[in-house]
């Protein structure tokens, strides 16, 4: 089991974004893929399907499903949406970062 918080925020901008996507009842997929200036990058998508390769748990109404290559990078983060006017968008603070790029959307463990 991987320990993931998903904020209210985040929570409820995912779910608009499903439901104006046509995808209600879709899982939140979260994972760890190669690339970025620090070598490693958190990506989100909406999937449909769990392959049974992964851990899955449901927050409020959303799923949210993690592959089991990904879960030890992205124990105990918190994914947090902010609405500002310098920025806005998804905001993941990860405690096993060793490293971070000024963008957030890369990391190194």
């Given amino acids: 089991m991987v320990t993931i918080e998903v904020t209210a925020s ?3 901008q995912v779910l608009k974004i499903m439901e104006r996507q046509g995808k ?11 690339g970025g200036c620090s070598g490693l990058t958190y990506g989100m ?3 449909k ?3 049974g390769d992964e851990v899955a748990f449901q927050d409020h109404g959303l ?3 993690v ?4 879960a030890p990078l992205l124990e105990g983060i918190k994914v ?10 998804f905001k993941i ?16 463990a």
Avoid: H, M
């Fill in 80 to 89: 947090d949406f902010l609405l500002g006017l310098e920025a806005s968008g």
């Fill in 45 to 47: 998508a909406f999937d």
């Fill in 67 to 70: 592959d089991k290559a990904s």
């Fill in 93 to 108: 603070y990860n405690p096993n970062a060793k490293a971070t790029c000024s963008c957030g959307k890369s990391f190194s």
């Fill in 24 to 34: 209600p009842g879709a899982a939140l997929r979260l994972y760890v893929q190669g």
């Fill in 10 to 12: 985040a929570r409820d």
């Fill in 49 to 51: 399907q769990e392959s």
């Fill in 63 to 65: 799923t949210v499903v």
